[in-house]
């Protein structure tokens, strides 16, 4: 089996409404769908985390996959990457993300190939319910969507979502540049979703040291599972860590300094920023040696959904719910989705590969938009636009 053509393609999945957070407003994500094609008929699908991965794609590494064996991973990644780890002066690590995303659909190919599921090939299943949270977060208004403007309209959302769909775990932004405004929204979720409810906050960097020392107390008697990026950096989040019982979370993946300065407890991350299945399974293992949690973030189609589904039900260390924004996600490139949880789960796709099938009517559409769009701006200022938000807030 010969590859004959990779694609790339990108795509905008917006949100039903743009949510606050500490950058500004969001209103979704900028992805790439990538397809490999074979001489066997075969294609697999992956997703790669920016509008850029299309063009380094479509103009290096398509050429530079041609002819190639796809069932050679390695062989494939040496044709288009330097090196995978963080040297200087020699990883881009952007490319790495980029290849990530690529191998994503060599894993979807070696599965179609085999017949198997892509968890299968990670060594098999010990989950299939895979656990997300349910999110939320203040929202701006948009065709009759969002518009929870206060923090008993939040919790009111949260609510609903748990009447809904079941949903018992939780997690949101809470990044109000008024410290006592956080609180108040992390109190009237509490409260709205009860004390056995599993209750996580993300604060994004909005915090100096000295500020989330102050608010840490309140999150404590909460019972906060985790706060995600509370302030600016591991050494802010490492001055942190003498003043709280907390646990904390990042999405920054600097694994050395993690080990030497004993924060975060968990690292939040996507598949295709480690270079795909192979580097995060890897990455994984070493988070499980230094007892480091792990779980996926949210924000990507259902093609990327679904690798993380596949990597959590093969990795016994992923014991928490990844993050999801599931439910805030009206459209998909997949005829499958999008994923809705239930009861906060839902089940690892039982097909060959990934699993999913890529609509062609809904990636025309979503590249649509990203053509008459342009990519997401997800620093967009609603109370001064043209201007950026400055961290931390207080």
């Not at 990530?100 to 017949?115: I, Q």
């Not at 920023?273 to 230094?290: D, L, N, P, Q, R």
Request: hydrophobic content about 40%; charged content about 20%; overall charge negative.
């Amino acid at each position: 089996m010969k590859i004959t053509c990779v694609r790339a393609t990108p795509i905008n999945v917006p949100l039903e409404a743009a949510y606050v957070w500490s950058y500004g407003a969001l209103p979704g994500f900028t992805q790439t769908i990538i397809e490999v094609e074979t001489d066997e008929g075969l294609t697999g699908i992956g997703e790669a985390p920016s509008a850029a991965a299309a063009d380094m794609i479509n103009s290096t590494f398509a050429e530079a996959l041609a002819g190639r064996d796809p069932i050679d991973i390695t062989g494939c990644e040496l044709r288009c990457l330097p090196s995978t780890r963080g040297v200087q002066s020699v990883s881009e690590l952007a490319m790495t993300a980029i290849w990530g995303g690529v191998e994503m659909a060599l894993w979807d190919l070696r599965g179609k190939a085999w017949n198997q599921p892509v968890y299968q090939l990670l060594g098999g299943a010990v989950r299939k319910d895979i656990a997300f949270t349910e999110y939320f977060a203040y929202r701006l208004a948009e065709d009759g969507k969002g518009g929870e403007a206060s923090a008993g309209a939040v919790a009111d959302y949260c609510a609903r979502m748990e009447q809904e769909h079941g949903s018992t775990m939780f997690e949101g932004k809470v990044s109000d540049a008024e410290p006592t405004a956080a609180i108040a929204l992390a109190t009237a979720v509490r409260e709205a979703v009860g004390d056995d409810a599993l209750l996580r906050v993300d604060s994004n960097h909005a915090y100096s040291v000295a500020t989330a020392r102050m608010m840490a107390p309140a999150f404590e008697e909460l019972g906060i599972d985790c706060w995600e990026d509370p302030v600016g950096t591991y050494e802010d989040m490492a001055r942190l860590r003498p003043h709280t019982r907390l646990a904390f979370s990042s999405h920054n993946t600097d694994f050395p300094k993690a080990a030497s300065l004993g924060v975060p407890d968990n690292i939040v991350t996507n598949i295709a920023g480690h270079g795909g299945f192979t580097a995060t399974v890897k990455f994984i293992g070493a988070c499980e040696k230094m007892g480091i949690g792990f779980w996926c973030y949210s924000g990507d189609s259902g093609v990327a959904t679904a690798a993380y589904m596949h990597l959590c039900a093969s990795q016994s260390w992923i014991t928490k719910p990844n993050q999801s924004l599931l439910t805030m996600q009206p459209y998909d490139v997949i005829e499958e989705g999008p994923f809705r949880p239930k009861n906060n789960v839902v089940q690892v796709p039982e097909g060959p590969g990934l699993g999913v099938t890529l609509s062609r009517d809904k990636l025309k559409f979503l590249h649509q938009q990203f053509l008459d769009n342009g990519a997401m701006n997800k620093y967009y200022n609603p109370a001064d636009p043209g201007r950026f938000v400055r961290l931390p807030l207080i």
